[in-house]
C-alpha cells in the first residue's frame, strides 16, 4: 500500500528558485520523513519531523508537518543543479514499516 | 562495512530461472527492510525483519518471493521461476529499530534485475 501520495509528480525550475514539494498520508502516524534518490539507486535520508512538531529545519531543507490535514511539505531554498533528484516522503504505517509515495522529480536547470 | 551493502549490484537472467539477492545491513542494526522499484516508480514495500523475525511479510507479491535473515545480520531475498515482471531494483535498508521509534532508514545501492 502506498501510504504517503507526493505532489506534484515532477517539477522543474530554475537553479536560485525555491522548489516546494507536498505530501499526503492516510493514517495516523509517529513520523514522517523525507528521503532523495539520485540515479535510481540508493535513497538517502534528509529530514524526520515527529508527529508533534510543526516545522523542522536542517541546511537549505525546511518542512512542515501539519497533522490535522495529514499533510507534509518540504522546501528546498536556493536550489542548485546538485538538488536535481526524486524527493520521497515516508510514513511509519501502523507504527510498523515505513511505506514511501511515488515520490517528486525535481529538476534544476542552471 | 561503514554501509549496507547489496549483491550482486546487477543481475541479467532468463525467465524461470530462481535468483537470490544479498543484503549486508549496517552492524548493530536490528531491523531490516526489502523494497522493489520499477522503473521510474516508487518504492513498493516487500517484507521487514525485527533480529531474524519477520512480523510483516504481507508486500511479497506472491509466493514465488521469500526472505530470511540470519544471525541479525545478512539476509536473502530469493525469488523462484523469474516473470519479466519482476524486473526491477530491490533496495534494502537498515535501521538501529523498527517501529515507532525507528527512525532513519540506511539504503544500499539496489540490486537491479532484469528478467529476460
Known amino acids: 500500500s502506498q501510504q504517503g501520495e507526493e505532489d506534484p509528480q515532477a517539477l522543474s525550475i530554475q537553479e536560485g528558485e525555491n522548489a516546494t514539494m507536498n505530501c499526503s498520508y492516510k493514517t495516523s502516524i509517529n513520523n514522517l520523513q523525507w528521503y532523495r534518490q539520485n540515479s535510481g539507486r540508493g535513497l538517502v535520508h534528509l529530514i524526520l519531523i515527529r508527529s508533534n512538531e510543526r516545522e523542522k529545519h536542517s541546511g537549505r531543507l525546511r518542512v512542515t508537518l501539519d497533522t490535522s490535514k495529514k499533510s507534509s511539505s518540504l522546501l528546498i531554498t536556493a536550489s542548485r543543479a546538485a538538488d536535481t533528484a526524486s524527493y520521497f516522503c515516508a510514513t511509519d504505517e501502523r507504527a510498523q514499516k515505513l511505506v514511501f509515495g511515488q515520490g517528486t522529480r525535481l529538476t534544476i536547470n542552471p | 562495512g561503514a554501509g549496507v551493502s547489496q549483491s550482486p549490484s546487477n543481475k541479467v537472467t532468463e525467465k524461470g530461472k530462481d535468483v537470490e539477492l544479498r543484503c549486508d545491513p549496517i552492524s548493530g542494526h536490528t531491523a531490516l527492510y526489502w523494497y522493489r522499484q520499477r522503473l521510474g516508480q516508487g518504492l513498493e514495500f516487500l517484507i521487514y525483519?525485527?533480529?531474524?523475525?519477520?512480523?510483516?511479510k504481507s508486500g511479497l507479491p506472491s509466493d514465488r518471493f521469500s526472505a530470511e535473515r540470519t544471525g541479525e545480520s545478512v539476509s536473502t531475498l530469493t525469488i523462484q521461476r523469474t516473470q519479466q515482471e519482476d524486473s526491477a531494483v530491490y533496495l534494502c535498508a537498515s535501521s538501529i529499530r523498527a517501529g515507532a521509534r525507528a527512525g532513519e532508514l540506511f539504503f544500499g545501492e539496489g540490486s537491479r534485475l532484469t528478467v529476460l
Open positions: 525483519f525485527q533480529g531474524n523475525s519477520a512480523p510483516d
